[in-house]
């Protein structure tokens, strides 16, 4: 695989999933505060299909994002991570990658969920 496949692979792998989370969590942000305000009067949104959509978008990029770091590990496994760069940081990032997007399929999984289970505009 080329140097330049490996980098792009390992930048995805290591901002793939987080960029997915961010996304889900501020336009999940902005549908609550729609449905909440007069905006709902004219559009009339229909808040857990938002939810579910964001969730359909963003599981799948964080999952290909997994797979980008696996791959970047598999082709860096014979590099030690103290080994000079780029080799050694790209099997440290991808190592760092692996675990972190599992964290972020499971905040996107539970933060989707959550938004569902507990709709917004209603008192305590």
């Known amino acids: ?9 390992q ?3 290591l901002f793939g999933a987080f960029a997915a989370w961010v996304a889900q969590l501020v336009l999940g942000w902005g549908v ?10 004219v559009w009339h949104l229909n808040f857990d299909a938002w939810q579910i959509t964001l969730m359909a978008i963003g599981i799948p990029v964080a999952l290909l994002s997994e797979w980008a770091a696996i791959t970047v590990f ?3 496994r014979d590099v030690e991570h103290e080994e000079a760069p780029p080799w050694g940081r790209r099997n440290f990032f991808a190592a760092a990658a692996m ?8 905040m996107i999984l539970l933060g989707g969920l959550g938004a569902i289970y507990h709709s917004p505009c209603k008192a305590a």
């Open 1 to 9: 695989m080329s140097a330049r496949r490996v980098e792009f692979l």
């Open 11 to 13: 930048w995805f792998g």
């Open 32 to 41: 609550s505060e729609a449905r909440c305000g007069a905006a709902n009067f």
């Open 74 to 76: 598999r082709e860096t």
């Open 99 to 106: 675990i972190g997007n599992v964290l972020f399929v499971v």
